[in-house]
């Protein structure tokens, strides 16, 4: 199975802050790698597929990069609506793996 | 817009059989693949595996000797059956649509009790 490790598994930010978390995988996955953000008690929304290619209808101010064994998730200015917990999915392989997550909690 | 939804026990007895359904509404079931992702009390996320509309499947190593995926085309939906549960399958269970999901079910609580 390829290993996902996300960093850091929690942050503390305000809002208007730039924030950056980082997914490493444990072998080349190519762009292969989704970002969610799930809040207490609902389903993860799909906020980047393919490392760097937005969902529909998700705030500009979302962005991801990355290839091969290191990806970025990059909220430009946190809103309050962003203070919630973010995964890694890389879509390479199968399994398909998660990171650990991200929590983002309120400075 | 596609819509799922999880129905089906929330509690089982250890070493019982789970059973969960996903009905898919406002599209077909055809031509996608369907998965099953599961997320413990607290913790992150375990992605089960996929059944595609034809019926073939794909299973996580950690859970296949379990697990068993189907799907119901004429009735638009998709099911889970996971034999043998002790309480490290007490979970959230979620269906969505792809592998790689943009459109998740609410979830659904599945407490195993001894």
């Known amino acids: 199975d390829i290993q996902m490790t996300q960093s850091p598994s929690s942050l503390s930010a305000s809002v208007g802050d730039r924030v950056t978390i980082t997914c490493r995988a444990s072998?080349?996955?190519?762009?292969?790698l989704a970002w969610y953000q799930q809040k207490p008690g609902k389903a993860p929304k799909r906020l980047i597929y393919?490392?760097?290619s937005l969902q529909s209808g998700v705030p500009s101010r979302f962005s991801g990069s990355g290839s091969g064994t290191e990806f970025t998730l990059t909220i430009s200015s946190l809103q309050p609506e962003d203070f919630a917990t973010y995964y890694c999915?890389?879509?390479?392989?199968?399994?398909?793996?998660f990171g650990q997550g991200t929590k983002v909690e309120i400075k | 817009q596609v819509q799922l939804q999880e129905s089906g026990p929330g509690l089982v007895k250890a070493s019982e059989t789970l059973s969960l359904t996903c009905t898919v509404s406002?599209?077909?079931?055809?031509?996608?693949?369907w998965s099953w992702i599961r997320q413990p009390p607290g913790k992150g996320l375990e992605w089960i595996g996929y059944?595609?509309?034809?019926?073939?499947?794909n299973y996580n190593p950690s859970l296949k000797s379990r697990v068993t995926m189907s799907v119901d085309t004429s009735k638009n939906h998709f099911s889970l059956k996971l034999s043998s549960v002790t309480a490290a399958d007490t979970a959230v269970y979620y269906c969505?649509?792809?592998?790689?999901?943009?459109?998740w079910g609410q979830g659904t609580l599945v407490t195993v009790s001894s």
């Open positions: 406002g599209g077909s079931i055809s031509s996608y693949y």
């Open positions: 999915l890389q879509h390479n392989n199968y399994p398909r793996t």
């Open positions: 072998q080349g996955i190519r762009n292969d």
């Open positions: 969505a649509r792809d592998a790689t999901p943009a459109y």
């Open positions: 059944v595609y509309y034809t019926g073939s499947t």
């Open positions: 393919a490392a760097s």
